[in-house]
């Protein structure tokens, strides 16, 4: 791989990696345990957390003793960690459908690292607003990670929806229903059925350039260990 090169790793759930010359950041880590699942393998520099949830928030799980953590973030950061600059947008988006008055409100993240950027959606569970939407999605970002499991977050048919109108490159799925988690969460053929559309499975997604560009967006499998 290449060290200018941006590349994502999927360690279940809603934990995903993303690695940029020196630079590790980590998103939404689990405890493994706790869901069923094998711990994350990886340790972070950047750690963000979009909401303090036990599936979401397992930082010490992959920090470091010189780690830079966010948690819940909200605002604009502009941050340099190993000697790396990282530009972090922290959007507020309600975890259900009744306004944050269920589960509470959750951090989407836009993460600017180079030419690259990338979206994470934690555990949004409904349409997000015209000025959330535009902030995350403007201009347009290599790579989305969005829920489609249903029942804490967005139904599949709804998560499809919402990664149209984002329009990334890539659309990776998390947050759904495999062998072993204990969730009440559908798989993610669910969501591939709403898409209507191809995906194509990865170890890891890496990124080079902007010659991956595409009209539509691509769906990517990435598979967890």
Known sequence: MSSSCLVFKFHGHACVSAHYKDLTIVVDPHDGASLGLSPPAVKGDLVLVTHDHFDHNAVNVVSKPDSV????????????????DVTVL??????????????GWVSAYRVSIGEFSFIHLGDIGDYPSEDA?????????????????????IEP????????????????????????????????????????TGKEEKEVLEICGKEAMAEKPKIILLKSP
Do not use: C, M
């Open 69 to 84: 953590v966010l948690e819940s973030f909200v605002g604009e950061k502009r941050l340099s960690v190993r000697n790396i």
């Open 90 to 103: 922290g959007v507020r988006v309600p975890h259900d459908k009744q306004s944050g008055k269920r589960r």
């Open 157 to 196: 048919y709804e998560a499809w929806d919402i990664a149209s109108r984002v329009n990334p490159i890539f659309i990776v799925p998390i947050h759904y229903w495999v062998r072993g988690l204990n969730l009440p969460i559908k798989p993610v053929n669910d969501f591939l059925l709403a898409a209507k």
């Open 133 to 153: 939407l535009l902030k995350l999605s403007q201009p347009r970002p290599d790579v989305l990670f969005i829920p489609v499991g249903g029942f804490y977050t």
